[in-house]
């Protein structure tokens, strides 16, 4: 059975935003967890951090690699004018190759990093 | 010789006499006209900048030695702090942004006007209003004094009582609505108003970085505007949101204000990263290398920027845990910076530089920015900030990111359109002598910061005793400022004698790559005569383009002669969508905005009564400033294009084009989105701090009645949906029913939801606890917000029956997507103020 291809303004806007809002979600969900861990109000409902924090991560790591997959299918269905609205969809592919490794950075350096530390610890 | 009034002339004529305005006061006053709003924040800028100067030269005096008593302690906690405000909101950013932004970003995308003019001169007219209000201070020996991040409890009621914390928190959220619609009209006029043919991929670089920032400060201002209310409340009411004996927390505001802060360091730069990128090509000769790496860099700069923030905070105690988060986003902000700074550097090594005045300032401010980024770096390594963190070392750093990185750009940015903007050269001698003084004079003041950090010098204190190493240091940095100040008044006396005796600079004298150098200098009231289609991000070397724009104009193909004309286009690929009938000149933004400064000055006195009948009296001027409707927007045809000539498709186009209105209404909902996620954030924020929540002696929160209260205001999103419909469908009366059915719903949902509200407060206050505090403020800005949404359904309530023109039709769509906005809030609020009982 062939797989059906997602439309092409798709592929483009997911390769060009997917990475960043998933290192959004991952950094609101690892600091709020991060913060929160060691206060007497979370303390009391009793929520671990930890499982929260990997599960961003992964989560994180999964969508950003899924959205490079796609800025690269984006690129290359694209390429060969500067013409809009190939040459504009080409701009936005080439501008998602090059962010999505960036955020794929800070949500691997900072997840495993924060995992590794104890939740109350001050340095 | 006598001229042949060609029919391109005659045109040219003609545009001319429809765009002119008023000359003398009236005319400034009046104006809509973005470059003279450019040149009004441009002046406004300037005299801010010399006087926060002035401020930094007396400080510099009294640092000269040790125990000097030039200045008293609380007058030199003053000029510091109003140092700093100046600077940043009162200098840097309206000069990037308001001067450089508007004169230059219409002329660059081909448009004739900012999308919102009168918008645009409100914000001028606001941001001249809160920077004399906030000068005021000084007037009565009350200027703030907590430093320009005001940190709590210091800038509490109970440790300075004066006024001098309330001119700082009012005139910043004064401050911030000139800035907030600022960036909402740039946004606006990015999307909807560039030449037809420039498509994302085509546009200029410095219009990126003016995306880049507007969109920051759309999502950067509410949290700071959040602290900042939250403070006053404090301060004026008695609330306890930063008390920690009451259950509220300093570090919130901290939080706040640097969410706010460290985009703020990219707000600064990013347009001055735009100037570069404009004067580079030009002197290189050769177009940018990697257009979309430095495009995509200038805009991650800005969203990464906001991941960083709790880097101003490693020293108060955040878990390691949290603090690594905002280590990694802080080494990684700065490839975008790298990548910016290779793409400059290969530019000029692979191009054939000519070292004018204009580039010198860039080359200076490239050397600048390495070692202030560098410095930057450094900082992401936590042990490290923990040792430096209220040294000298920070001062260092930063002045070096905002004197070296953006104010350099501004000075080359100033020589590099002074041609364009007054038709004369500048002195290239004495721009090049000013830049050498500048330069020495900017590192002498402020390289041994970085020392006197590293051996311990705190910032912020007024004086030093002797025997601690530092005198030379501190004589050293002194004299480099008395030398930077000879260099800054070298630029203002060569800038205003060229002004008046430079040679004529024609056109374009440096060969610049954008549009704004096909315009004639200075460019006329209309900017283009032809609206120039672009087929490059470098409009301005396409020789042939522009070469077709003169038979064009010659034809009278795309003139746009039959009033205040402009294209509209679409978003993305900048398609034409419409032609854009734009407003004239106005006495209400400046009646609006006087308006407005009364009722900030009431705050600040704590009259409330006289405060909200001003709120009325700005309200009244702002249902004067719509009554009078600009014509209806209409196809694009040209005077030689017959309507025949416009397809059916080009029709059905226009029919679903989003036009400015619900732009500007969709990214005033963003940062409206920004504000109440702030809210509710703040108050799981003190929420997960608190033991129990609510605490003992409070009452748990209803959940039924507002439930069902919320239930019954959704319903409304079935007669405003209904009403936007039939409006498209020009059955008005159908319109009107369903909009006046909403609004009962809606007043009726107020009424009760105030009912609730005022029994709520007869059984808890919000002075007793954060809880409180933050509970009142939450219901009380949705009530607001409820309050605005049925505002707007009555104006079109009272306009409809006249006939539904496309100025109202946009009035609906408007209403209607703010009003589904307005119910979207209504849910997470009701949610947040029952979640204790769940």
Known sequence: MKIPRPPLSLLVWFGLLGAPLAWTSQHLVGVGMTLAACTEGMARKGVPADPWMIAATAAGALVAVLAGASAIAAFRATRGTDEPPQGRMNFLARVGITVTPLFLMIILMSGITAVLFPKCNQS | ?838
């Open chain 2, 1 to 838: 010789m006598a001229t042949v009034a060609t029919p391109g002339l005659q045109r040219r004529e003609r545009l001319e006499r429809i765009w002119k305005e008023p000359s003398g006061l009236v005319g400034w006053l009046t104006t809509t006209d973005h470059k003279r709003i450019g040149i009004l924040y441009f002046f406004t800028t300037v005299i801010f900048f010399a006087l926060g100067g002035l401020e930094a030269i007396l400080m510099r005096t009294q640092l000269i030695g040790p125990d000097a008593d030039v200045l008293a302690p609380d007058t030199y906690n003053q000029l510091m702090t109003m140092h700093g405000v100046t600077m940043i909101f009162l200098f840097v950013v309206p000069m990037s942004t308001g001067a450089f932004g508007n004169y230059l970003l219409p002329l660059m995308i081909g448009a004739r006007d900012m999308a919102f003019p009168r918008m645009n001169a409100l914000s001028y007219w606001i941001f001249l209003a809160s920077g004399i209000f906030i000068y005021s201070s000084m007037l009565v020996g009350a200027a703030p004094n907590a430093g320009w991040f005001d940190y709590v409890p210091l800038a509490e009621e109970q440790y300075i009582p004066g006024l001098n914390i309330d001119f700082y928190t009012l005139g910043l959220i004064f401050n911030g609505i000139s800035t907030t619609a600022a960036a909402i009209n740039f946004l606006t006029t990015i999307f909807k108003m560039r030449a037809p043919g420039m498509s994302v991929n085509r546009m200029p670089l410095f219009c990126f970085a003016i995306l880049a920032v507007s969109f920051a400060l759309l999502f950067a201002l509410p949290p700071l505007n959040t602290a900042l209310a939250f403070l006053e409340l404090d301060r004026a009411l008695g609330f306890q949101f930063y008390e920690e004996a009451f259950g509220g927390d300093p570090l919130l505001w901290q939080h706040l204000f640097w969410i706010f802060g460290h985009p703020e360091v990219y707000i600064i730069i990013l347009p001055a990263f735009g100037i570069a990128t404009a004067i580079i090509p030009t002197f290189a000769r050769r177009k940018m290398v990697a257009f979309p790496l430095v495009a995509l860099a200038e805009i991650a700069v800005a969203f990464i920027g906001f991941g960083v923030w709790a880097h101003h905070m490693f020293a108060v105690g955040l878990s390691t845990a949290t603090t690594v988060y905002f280590a990694a986003a802080t080494l990684i902000v700065a490839i975008p910076s790298a990548i910016q700074l290779f793409a400059w550097v290969t530019t000029l090594i692979t191009g054939r530089p000519e070292f004018k005045t204009p580039l010198l300032w860039i080359i200076g401010f490239i050397v600048l920015f390495i070692m202030g980024g560098l410095s930057g770096v450094t900082l992401a390594a936590i042990p490290f900030d923990q040792q430096v963190t209220d040294t000298y070392y920070i001062v260092g750093h930063f002045h070096y990111v905002i004197f070296g990185a953006a104010v350099f750009p501004l000075l080359g940015g100033m020589y590099f359109w002074f041609p364009k903007v007054t038709g004369r050269m500048f002195y290239e001698r004495i721009g090049q002598l000013s830049f050498w003084v500048t330069f020495i004079g900017m590192n002498l003041t402020f390289f041994p910061m970085h020392i006197l950090g590293l051996v311990g010098m705190p910032r912020r204190d007024y004086t030093y005793p002797e025997g601690l190493g530092w005198t030379t240091l501190n004589l050293i940095e002194s004299i480099g400022a008395y030398i930077l100040t000879v260099g800054l008044l070298l630029v203002a006396a060569n800038l205003i004698v060229s002004r008046f005796r430079g040679k004529p600079a024609g056109d374009d004298p440096f060969g610049g790559d954008t549009l704004e150098w096909t315009t004639p200098s200075p460019p006329p009231s209309y900017n283009f005569a032809v609206i120039p289609t672009v087929r490059d991000p470098y409009a301005g070397w396409d020789k042939e383009a522009r070469e077709h724009d003169l038979q064009r104009l010659e034809r009278g193909e795309g003139v746009l002669e039959r009033g205040h004309e402009t294209p509209g286009t679409t978003v993305l690929d900048a398609n034409s969508d419409e032609i854009l009938e734009m407003p004239s000149e106005s006495w209400m933004p400046v009646l609006l905005a006087a308006a407005l400064g009364v009722v900030f000055t009431m705050l600040l006195l704590r009259h409330y009564v006289t405060a909200g009948v001003f709120v009325g009296v700005a309200g009244l001027a702002l249902a004067v400033w719509h009554w009078k409707e600009p014509a209806d927007a209409h196809e694009p045809t040209g005077s030689t294009e017959t309507a025949s000539a416009v397809s059916a498709a080009d029709v059905e186009r226009r029919r679903r084009a989003l036009p400015s209105g619900w732009w500007g209404t969709t990214l005033l909902i963003a940062t409206e989105a920004a504000f109440f996620g702030t809210l509710i954030s703040s108050y799981f924020y003190l929420a997960s701090l608190a033991p129990a929540w609510p605490p003992p002696g409070f009452p748990k929160p209803q959940v039924a009645l507002p439930l069902a209260l919320t239930g019954v205001l959704l319903t409304t999103s079935v007669p405003i949906f209904l009403a936007a419909r039939n409006a498209r469908h020009a059955n008005t009366r159908a319109a009107w029913l369903w909009i006046a059915l909403a609004l009962v719903i809606q007043c009726g949902y107020l009424a009760w939801q105030i009912v609730l509200f005022v029994e709520d407060l007869s059984t808890f206050s919000p002075r007793e606890h954060a809880y409180g505090s933050i509970y009142f403020a939450l219901l009380a800005a949705h009530h607001a917000h409820v309050l605005v949404g049925i505002l707007l359904s009555g104006w079109l309530l009272s306009r409809l029956p006249s006939g539904l023109t496309n100025y109202r039709l946009i009035g609906v769509r408007a209403v209607t997507l703010y009003w589904q906005f307005v119910n979207a809030v209504a849910v997470l609020v009701v949610l947040t103020q029952v979640w204790p009982s769940l």
